[in-house]
């Protein structure tokens, strides 16, 4: 009985069927079927029921489930234990935000590739929070302010916001200066979200209005360049707009108060060694961006 056998199983009962776990694998139907035939032939019995819509467990099929997860996972974890150090192998998959996942962390992913020559990586680019349990994910890169969930989250780095404007922006409507005048201005956000400031150690909290709106960052950042509003962004995406002054700083004496970027997986206890390496290569990269970002 091989683990990759009862990992594809695990997949396929997980995501409800042969196509999305070939996709959430990233390897063709054909593979997950030969994987699923074998183990059934190793345990003789049938632990999927194929249908014209896709795949059911059987009632052993739900019963082997979870014994599979857990002997998949201890496998796993004894391969780990065994490999030479530093070495890693198998795959890891991961769910990043575009905003910064496609600029700040692929670089890292691809270091992580580089290093370990036997590790398969397959990264998701998404800025929705995803489901790590059902949708197969290993782990997750999430930046800002983390919601109370069953996930176990180590921060890897901190990440300070500002508001800004364009200059055109500001000519035309002024500056807002307190949270209150903020709230008479055209705000760039991602849908319905409150803002948080900061007015000495009091967080303040204000709900923005504006007619434009989107689910990632760098779209902001072009939205308020092009002087249609006050966005709050973090340092890392506006970098490059504030030396140019095609945005600058506004609300300078209240900030937001500062965010963090996460490493965050499902609840287990102890993180696989791929985890752990990835965490590690983050805190590294974060260490030596505050001095590119000025912090």
Known sequence: ??????????????????????????????????????????????????????????????????????????????????????????????????????????????EMARRHPQLHIHASYEDRFVDLVAEGFDCAIRVGYLP?????????????????????????HGSPETPDELVAHEALMQGTETWHLTDGNTV??????????????????????????????AECLIHDHLKSGALVEVLKRHPPPSAGAYVVRPPGAHPARKIRVLTELLIAYFDGARQVWGR
């Open 148 to 172: 109370d969930s069953r996930l176990v989250a180590r921060r890897v780095g901190p990440i300070t916001g500002k508001f800004v404007a364009s200059p055109d922006y500001i000519r035309a």
């Open 204 to 233: 303040v909290t204000v709900r923005p209005q504006g007619r434009f709106k989107a689910d990632n960052g760098t779209a902001l950042a072009a939205a308020a360049a092009a002087g249609l509003g006050v966005a709050m962004l």
């Open 1 to 110: 009985m091989e683990i990759e056998d009862l990992q594809t199983f695990v997949a396929v009962a997980d995501a409800g069927g042969i196509s999305a776990a070939a996709r959430r694998l990233g390897v063709s139907k054909s593979i997950v079927s030969r994987c699923l035939q074998r183990l059934e032939a190793d345990l003789g019995v049938q632990l999927l029921a194929r249908t014209t819509r896709g795949a059911a467990l059987t009632e052993a099929g739900v019963t082997f489930r979870d014994h599979a997860a857990r002997a998949g996972a201890e496998i796993e974890a004894a391969r780990e234990t065994i490999l030479p150090e530093g070495e890693l192998r198998g795959r890891i998959r991961i769910a990043m935000p575009i905003s910064f996942g496609s600029t700040h962390f692929a670089p890292v992913l691809a």
